[in-house]
């Protein structure tokens, strides 16, 4: 019981830091790619020279868009398992 | 059984490893630099590409093995040398070698090489068509200087037995952009770094809660912005060493005087002063006093109009010869 006590804990904590984690790229994202959304950007060559290992951080961003209209079902289904 | 993309994959991770040692290597090389450069800057008229040419010939007569470079998309070097003058070193006279850059091509270069390295990693997007943005990415800010520092790093990697290069500068803006690119792209990459550590740091801490203590893979951007930084603080630190030298030509008006006043003050906020200011057309002393009171400089040589224009190998050795004490003051400063 003990153990599944801790796993339940575990995950609650993962999922805070996880979302974290998702915001922190998010942000990463829309800075690299700042050109293509209006915030300051990076010199183009900066962006370019990233943009081969960013698959992983744009899908998280263009998940992001897609959640950002919903933000209070996102912060629901962020508590939920609390 | 054999997953053929599994070994697509790794032959793609196989030819990335390749690409980075060779670049490794270049870097390694770049860090032992040993010719001095001399950059000659100002406005557009005063006669940079003609002092260039002048300096260049001095020092190849003092047995020097020099080369000349036209960054100036103008290419005036053709004209002044009347040779047919390219990317590939030219031979104009003993110890002198002559080259055109060809900003165009660098700029294609770049965006080709680019295009190749996302398609690569995006191949299943084949629906959308990379090559059409990249069609538009040439006319974005920052390409040309950013293609003329590409083609600055070349030319020292290529020209390491040479004892000095002479860059004959284009424009003012464009030129002061391409010194303050090494400054403003830190900065950038700086902010990127702090950003992704601490994105690194949030997935170790992930890992622990998850899977225990077990090192997590290193993030291929972090290790990309770190090369970054390391490639441009060297190129920053080689500006403001004492091997580059930049050498401000100017004219006695009112309109030179006002401009070359403005790129010294940007290349102070650079970390940069200048070597020579160097007075095309001057007649006497008292036109170096406004220069020496406004720019402070290691020295002011004066270069007296010639009777003859300045066009050819002859005309310019003659010349050349003749203010033999003021050229010497551009070298030896």
């Given amino acids: 019981m003990l153990q599944d006590i801790e796993e339940i804990n575990r995950g609650n904590v993962s999922e805070l830091h996880e979302w974290e984690e998702r915001e922190l790229r998010n942000i990463f994202a829309l800075l690299v790619v700042g050109s293509f959304t209006g915030i300051p950007s990076p010199p183009v060559h900066i962006t370019m020279e990233l943009l081969p290992e960013m698959e992983d951080d744009l899908r998280i961003m263009l998940n992001r868009i897609q959640t950002a209209h919903d933000p209070l079902g996102e912060l629901f289904s962020l508590l939920d398992p609390m | 059984m054999i997953r053929w993309e599994n070994c697509f994959r790794y032959w793609i991770q196989c030819n990335e490893y390749k690409i980075t040692i060779v670049k490794h290597q270049l870097t390694n090389k770049m ?83 680019t295009e190749e390295s996302v398609s690569r990693k995006y191949n299943y997007q084949k629906a959308f068509s ?74 170790e801490i992930l890992s622990n809660i998850k899977i225990g203590k077990k090192q997590i893979e290193t993030d291929s951007i972090l290790t990309k912005l770190k090369n970054m930084r390391e490639n441009y603080t060297r190129l920053k630190d080689l500006f403001i060493s004492e091997k580059t030298r930049i050498n401000l030509v100017s004219k006695p008006d009112e309109l030179s005087q006002s401009e070359s006043i403005r790129i010294h003050k940007k290349l102070e906020d650079l970390g940069k002063s200048l070597q020579a200011v160097i007075l095309n057309g001057a007649t006497n002393e008292a036109s170096v006093e406004y220069y020496k009171k406004h720019i402070p400089a290691r020295q002011y040589p004066l270069l007296p109009e010639s009777s003859k224009a300045l066009i050819g190998l002859e005309n310019l050795r003659e010349y050349a010869k003749s203010a033999d004490a003021e050229i010497e003051k551009i070298l030896k400063s």
């Fill in chain 2, 31 to 113: 860090k032992s630099i040993t010719p001095t450069l001399n950059f000659f800057v100002g406005k557009g008229g005063v006669g940079k590409s003609t002092v260039s040419a002048l300096v260049s010939i001095k020092n190849s007569l003092n047995t020097e093995r020099t080369l000349l470079v036209s960054m100036d998309p103008a290419h005036n070097q053709g004209d002044i040398f009347k040779a047919d003058i390219g990317e590939k070193p030219l031979e104009i006279a003993s110890n002198l070698w002559v080259i055109q850059v060809d900003t165009d091509r660098w700029i294609k270069q770049y965006l080709k090489e």
């Fill in chain 2, 130 to 203: 990379i090559k059409n943005y990249f069609k538009v990415l040439q006319f974005s800010p920052g390409i040309e200087e950013y293609a003329l520092m590409k083609a600055f790093e070349s030319i020292l990697l290529k020209h390491q037995d040479k004892h000095l290069i002479v860059f004959d500068m284009p424009p003012t803006a464009l030129t002061l952009r391409f010194f303050s690119l090494p400054k403003l792209t830190l900065t950038w990459i700086n902010e990127l770094t702090k950003l992704r550590e601490k994105i690194h740091k949030k997935q």
